[in-house]
């Protein structure tokens, strides 16, 4: 946590055109052709000087990727013939006030998920205020919230180190990917949280740090095994997946594995928190 929190901080998140506008070119040249190196296809570009200071990243099996300023259709086919007429694998295309837009919608999209995540945990649980005391299920909320937080900023900040080693941006498919982790990580933090509620009913236990325990190991296995078949599947996406979405597969398993870790560390011992 304290590595991506000071991670964030110095290096921020780098935005992809998605949230910044622009344009984005990924380009493939044959096998048999010779290979090409970043500084090529640079000195190419720098004719266009309405491109800006193109960003050029080299991928598998030479091939590139390329970042400019937002260009128009014909500027679009003056790069390609100076790059040679390379096999263009995609095209991307975006103004700032689209990126603005993006942006806040993310926000909204992210602030507002965890807000119905609160009121549904709480909602669920409602029945052990009977049992532990008013405002207990919000208790479970809170928890719950916590290893949100926790999974969120661990995976913000693994972005922000490969941003700044990798040259690794964030874009949409980003996103789609925090929700996916949003929703997976309360789903286990759930199944954990619904037998501690069974054996408080069943048992009638006023020791809920044993009631904790044996809830926990009850549902251990379970837990690991979801979460490794799971992590087992995006594994062979990510080797054997296009190079367009490894990106979104890494981040999914990257918070996949931290939600599965939260929910048993973090959103169940919370709950042993003395209140005053």
Known sequence: MLVSIFSLIVFGLKPGIDFTGGTMMEIQYGQDELSHTNAEIRE??????????AQVQATEGNGFVLRLKEIDEQTHQDILNALGNPEE????????????????????????SLIAIVLYVAWAFR??????GKGESWRYSIGALLALFHDVIILLGFFSL????????????????????????????????????????????????????LSINETLIRSLNTSLTTLLALLVVYLFGGASIKNFILAMIVGIGVGTWSSIVIASPFLLLKRK
Do not use: C, M
Request: avoid cysteine; glycine fraction near 6%; charge should be positive.
């Open 44 to 53: 190419k570009l720098d004719q266009f000087a309405e491109i800006g200071q």
């Open 89 to 112: 694998k995609r095209f991307e295309t975006s103004g700032p006030v689209i990126g603005q837009e993006l942006t806040k919608k993310t926000k909204w999209a992210v602030t507002l």
């Open 127 to 132: 029945k052990l205020s009977r049992i532990s």
């Open 162 to 213: 490969l941003g700044k080693f990798k040259g690794v941006e964030i874009d949409t498919a980003f996103i789609t990917a925090i929700l996916i982790v949003l929703g997976y990580s309360v789903n286990d933090t759930i199944v954990i949280y619904d037998r501690i509620r069974e054996n408080l009913l069943t048992y009638h236990s006023h020791d809920l740090e044993k009631t904790i325990n």
